[in-house]
């Protein structure tokens, strides 16, 4: 790539492709320049340092979740949205393993804007279960922590029984689900 057509979001582009092939730790600002056919000090002027670019990396993963999750609960409501959202969230997590692990968990100012989009498409999905306020954020939180967990452990290979592992995910689907029922 010719030096003058560098920007922040191609050295976010090559740093997603190093990641997605040799995984985050390979994320260095000398593979980024070798990647842009750069000296490194030329990405200085496009990402303060190794940091910085890794949360621009986090912020183009979370990005692309979003817009997953978005895609997922589009026209659904209820069940069928919680559903759709854990099967598009596993998906992404299944199909970029490396950019999944990329995401950075805590929370950044940097990434603030589209951390808020993503729990707001989770909020939304929740609407249908008459939680509000606190009770909410609370169902957000464990939904997270369930659509999460599956995916890091599943990424890792963790789960070495013999069950389809799409078996086990319908079933974590169906409790996250049966949990935010009313009881009768």
């Known amino acids: 790539m010719a030096r003058a057509a560098l920007s922040r979001d191609a050295v976010v582009d ?34 303060r340092n190794l940091a910085e670019l890794r949360v621009l990396v986090s912020g183009r993963v979370m990005e692309e979740l979003t817009h997953v999750a978005s895609e997922a609960v589009l026209g659904r409501s209820g069940d069928e949205a919680l559903r759709a959202l854990m099967d598009g969230w596993r998906s992404y997590a299944a199909g970029h393993p490396h950019r999944y692990s990329a995401l950075i968990q805590a929370p950044r100012q940097e990434t603030a804007e589209v951390g808020n989009r993503l729990v707001g498409i989770m909020l939304a999905a929740l609407r249908a279960y008459g939680l509000e306020g606190s009770a909410a954020i609370h169902a957000v939180r464990c939904l997270r922590a369930a659509m999460h967990g599956f995916a890091v452990l599943e990424a890792a290979g963790a789960f070495q029984l013999a069950e389809d592992l799409d078996e086990t995910h319908a079933l974590l689907a169906h409790m996250v689900i049966s949990g935010l029922h009313p009881p009768r």
Do not use: F, N
Request: glycine content about 8%.
């Open 14 to 47: 090559h740093a997603l492709r190093i990641v997605d092939e040799e995984g985050p730790d390979a994320l260095t600002l000398s593979a980024v320049a070798g990647r842009a056919g750069v000296a490194t000090p030329s990405l200085y002027k496009h990402v």
